[in-house]
T-cell receptor, first 115, second 113 residues
Framework: NAGVMQNPRHLVRRRGQEARLRCSPMKGHSHVYWYRQLPEEGLKFMVYLQKENIIDESGMPKERFSAEFPKEGPSILRIQQVVRGDSAAYFC?????????????FGSGTRLTVV | QQQVKQSPQSLIVQKGGIPIINCAYENTAFDYFPWYQQFPGKGPALLIAIRPDVSEKKEGRFTISFNKSAKQFSLHIMDSQPGDSATYFCAASRGGSNYKLTFGKGTLLTVNP
């Protein structure tokens, strides 16, 4: 039973390019969450999605960031026109129900470096 | 605005020692307090969690102590082992939006052989 799969593991983008981060939840999990971890910081909530629905995007920057979880396929976090400050580790988590108190399962993350 | 403050930033103990990591929170609406363990290059993994209706919870060598009046909670690792060397994060969430965890900044624990 594969865990939460994120790819790529490492992504390097030049300033102004687009970054696409993918997340496949655990089998049977229909709730997906994205968190960002800046250096020396804890994880910060970004967005919570269910299939074809954004439930809570209160942690998403207002511009350049978007997320989706289509009916088929992985969840995608898209960052347009990346800047140096977007360099961070982005973690996806999934759960069988919509509550963190059931215990998220996190993926191993995508390390984004903007040069 | 940091809603969950974690200390210390780093901690070094000898094998068999009992490291203690502390967290303090501000939001009295928080009602779920998990601890996560993260190894380099990996995502955080749930270690143990507690709700405010109990003052202590133990799972194996890991114990959470919870002080509701002081708005503090801590993680104790009994008989620590080199394999426990990792970064530990406390977190909190509140009813109605338990999916949204607020994390502390983490504690890097090193257990020397």
């Amino acid at each position: 039973n594969a865990g939460v799969m994120q790819n790529p593991r490492h992504l390097v983008r030049r300033r102004g390019q687009e970054a696409r981060l993918r997340c496949s939840p655990m089998k049977g999990h229909s709730h997906v969450y994205w968190y960002r971890q800046l250096p020396e910081e804890g994880l910060k909530f970004m967005v919570y999605l269910q299939k074809e629905n954004i439930i809570d995007e209160s942690g998403m920057p207002k511009e350049r960031f978007s997320a989706e979880f289509p009916k088929e396929g992985p969840s995608i976090l898209r960052i347009q026109q990346v800047v140096r400050g977007d360099s961070a580790a982005y973690f996806c988590a999934s759960s069988p129900t919509g509550g963190g108190d059931y215990g998220y399962t996190f993926g191993s993350g995508t390390r984004l470096t903007v040069v | 605005q940091q809603q969950v403050k974690q200390s210390p930033q780093s901690l070094i103990v000898q094998k068999g020692g009992i490291p203690i990591i502390n967290c303090a929170y501000e939001n009295t609406a928080f009602d779920y307090f998990p601890w996560y363990q993260q190894f380099p290059g990996k995502g955080p993994a749930l270690l143990i969690a507690i709700r405010p209706d109990v003052s202590e919870k133990k799972e194996g060598r890991f114990t959470i102590s919870f002080n509701k009046s002081a708005k503090q909670f801590s993680l104790h690792i009994m008989d620590s082992q080199p394999g426990d060397s990792a970064t530990y994060f406390c977190a909190a969430s509140r009813g109605g939006s338990n999916y949204k965890l607020t994390f502390g900044k983490g504690t890097l624990l090193t257990v020397n052989p």
